[in-house]
Nanobody, 124 residues
């Protein structure tokens, strides 16, 4: 089992920045690929970004490219999502997720463990 706890959400004006954190516990962190997903009201949950177990590879949704940066600190068992140039359409609950990986592959789906989510609201 892996427990994930997100933090760092909040209310920000358009153009502003937020840094989300996801603290993991329960299993060796470095065997998991980590991802960030989001779900806006009335919409399905969507992939935002993911990072390989070592942190050497990353993947972003088109909506996040150039504005968001995912990173991880395996010593601190934490994954981050730095979000810059935020837009009102980024408003959503953001979820951290983990999936065991034996390679540096970064999946966009079928994550095993999920956090409870943190609300991000971007005002216009």
């Amino acid at each position: 089992q892996v427990q994930l706890v997100e933090s760092g959400g909040g209310l920000v004006q358009a153009g502003g920045s937020l840094r989300l954190s996801c603290a993991a516990s329960g299993r060796p962190f470095s065997v998991y690929a980590m991802g960030w997903f989001r779900q806006a009201p009335g919409k399905e949950r969507e992939f935002v970004a993911a990072i390989s177990r070592s942190g050497g590879n990353t993947d972003y949704a088109d909506s996040a490219k150039g504005r968001f940066t995912i990173s991880r600190d395996n010593a601190k068992t934490t994954v981050y999502l730095q979000m810059n140039s935020l837009k009102p359409e980024d408003t959503a609950v953001y979820y951290c997720a983990a999936v065991f990986q034996s390679t540096e592959y970064i999946p966009r789906a079928r994550y095993t463990y999920w956090g409870q989510g943190t609300q991000v609201t971007v005002s216009s």
